[in-house]
Structures are given as C-alpha cells and as structure tokens.
C-alpha cells in the first residue's frame, strides 16, 4: 500500500526548480506532504482532501489528481532550507497514512 | 513546550529482551499513532490509536503492543525484541483522525546487539 514516489533524489542550485510526484496503486480519499531534516522528526507541509485540489504556501505549492491517484508537489525557486527528505502520505480507505518511498531533495549554493 | 515528546531519545538492548518507549502529547488531540522507519529511511505505520479504535497494520507482529493510558500517552511495547527491530520509532498525534496533519516526536532510535 505504501505510494511510489520520483525521483528517489535530486539535487538542485539555489533558485531551481523540482517536481516531486507520488502515485498510489490504490484509491485516495487525501495525499499529504511532509519534510524530513537528516536526524529530525518529519514536518508536515500540507493535506489536498480532494480531487483536484491545489495546495500551496510561499513557494511550495502541490496538486491532486484523484482519478490518476496521483499527486506531486512543486518546489519553486528553492532555498537552501528545502534540503531534506519529502515524504508524500495517502489514506485510503484503511484510513490509516502510508507513507511513500521519500524523496531526497539536495540544494545547493 | 514539547508538543509530542517521547522517551528515551536513545534505546540500546539485546536480543530477546522487553522494552517499552512512553510518548505523551500536551496539543489536545484525540488520535496519536506508532511508525516505524527503518535503515532505508521508509515511514511505516504501525497503530493509530484514538479514545474509541485502535488501527493495526497488518503487518505488525504481536510483539509489539501499543498501551494507552489516558488520551495524551500512548506507549509501545516491545517483547523479545529481536535484531530487524532496530529502527528509529515516532510518535505523532493529530485532531480528527488520520485525514488531519499529523505532528511527530523527536523519535527513539532503538538499536538491538
């Protein structure tokens, strides 16, 4: 049950842009985004509760797809604090969060 | 103030023994779970726990048991730990069940000898 996440790392300059996509095998009733710093506890960073929804704040934003059970989250013009590891979380109907296989986002001076 | 604290920080033991790792929430919400993150740094959940249901993911073993005592603490315990145990454990909590944000702990990093 555990979503897909891509890519598995990417590294960026200072002001890049990054697309993170997650993808469920199954249904979703919503997609979460965490941020994970090495030797911390995850962060959260936003919930789409439907399809279609777009989410976003400062210059990270993300999107719902609920018919491709899909979502992905767009990192803008990136900070050297977006480094760490984005975690995407799906509830179905077990309504308990399963999180994807992470992504591990490096910026860069 | 420590939303979600958990104790201890570090856990060393051996093979075989018990354990438990105490999680206490002071945010007021009504639902707290266990996850599991291992080497490779997945995120699993193990329970999600509120005042009227307990959620188990299949694939836990009976080992492990989460205890409640009131609405802020939720404890795991662990019998004959074995060596695939070694992980870092977070305790989150969040208000309204699992559609809600969840807010973690600092984790227990357990490690087995």
């Known amino acids: 049950q555990q979503p897909v996440q891509s890519p598995q790392a990417v590294i960026l300059r200072e002001g890049e842009d990054a697309v993170i996509n997650c993808s469920s095998s199954?249904?979703?009733?919503?997609v979460h985004w965490y941020r994970q710093k090495h030797g911390e506890a995850p962060i959260f960073l936003m919930i789409?509760?439907?399809?279609?929804e777009q989410k976003g704040h400062d210059k990270i934003s993300a999107s719902f797809n609920e018919k491709k059970q899909q979502s992905s989250l767009y990192l803008t013009a990136s900070q050297l604090s977006y480094s760490g590891t984005y975690f995407c979380?799906?509830?179905?109907?077990?309504?308990?969060?399963?999180f994807g296989t992470g992504t591990r986002l490096t910026v860069i001076p | 103030d420590t939303a979600v604290s958990q104790t201890p920080k570090y856990l060393v033991t051996q093979m075989g023994n018990d354990k438990s790792i105490k999680c206490e929430q002071n945010?007021?919400?009504?639902?707290m779970y266990w996850y599991k993150q291992d080497s490779k740094k997945f995120l699993k959940i193990m329970f999600s726990?509120?005042?009227?249901?307990?959620?188990i993911n299949e694939t836990v073993p009976n080992r492990f048991s989460p205890k409640s005592p009131d609405k802020a603490h939720l404890n795991l315990h662990i019998n004959s730990l074995e060596l695939g145990d070694s992980a870092v454990y977070f305790c989150?909590?969040?208000?309204?069940?699992?559609?809600?944000?969840?807010?973690f702990g600092d984790g227990t990093r357990l490690s087995i000898l």
């Open positions: 789409l509760l439907k399809g279609g």
């Open positions: 726990y509120n005042n009227k249901e307990l959620i």
């Open positions: 945010l007021g919400h009504d639902t």
């Open positions: 979380g799906t509830v179905t109907g077990a309504n308990n969060l399963f």
């Open positions: 199954k249904a979703l009733y919503s």
């Open positions: 989150a909590s969040s208000q309204g069940g699992t559609g809600q944000p969840q807010h």
